[in-house]
Nanobody
Framework: QVNLVESGGGSVQPGGSLNLSCETS????????MAWQRETPGRGRERVAM???????TYLPSVEGRFTISRDNFKKVIYLQMNKLKPEDTAMYYCYVPTHDKWGQGTQVTVSS
């Protein structure tokens, strides 16, 4: 059974940073693409970043250069380092396994002065 547990969200001022983590279990982590997605009432669901088992990451254009996705195949964890946060980054952030269509419970990120 796929299990995804996000952590690291919080409230920060514009320009601040947060580092999200997603601990996984229940599947062969090292073989699968992993992603971070976010959801807001206004914009709906967006795929923020994605990373292949080995391979280069891809990013939503609005976060390119500010966010970095990474993975630790030994620990079965993915990360999202978010720098230079903007108010429009405010959302619930979810860890996502595309091939299994599985989401975690989410972690809230709020960027406000």
């Amino acid at each position: 059974q796929v299990n995804l547990v996000e952590s690291g969200g919080g409230s920060v001022q514009p320009g601040g940073s947060l580092n999200l983590s997603c601990e996984t279990s229940g599947f062969t982590f090292s073989q699968y693409v992993m992603a971070w997605q976010r959801e807001t009432p206004g914009r709906g669901r967006e795929r923020v970043a994605m990373i292949a088992p080995p391979g280069g990451p891809t990013y939503l254009p609005s976060v390119e250069g500010r966010f970095t996705i990474s993975r630790d195949n030994f620990k079965k964890v993915i990360y999202l380092q978010m720098n230079k946060l903007k108010p429009e980054d405010t959302a619930m952030y979810y860890c996502y396994v595309p091939t299994h269509d599985k989401w975690g419970q989410g972690t809230q990120v709020t960027v406000s002065s």
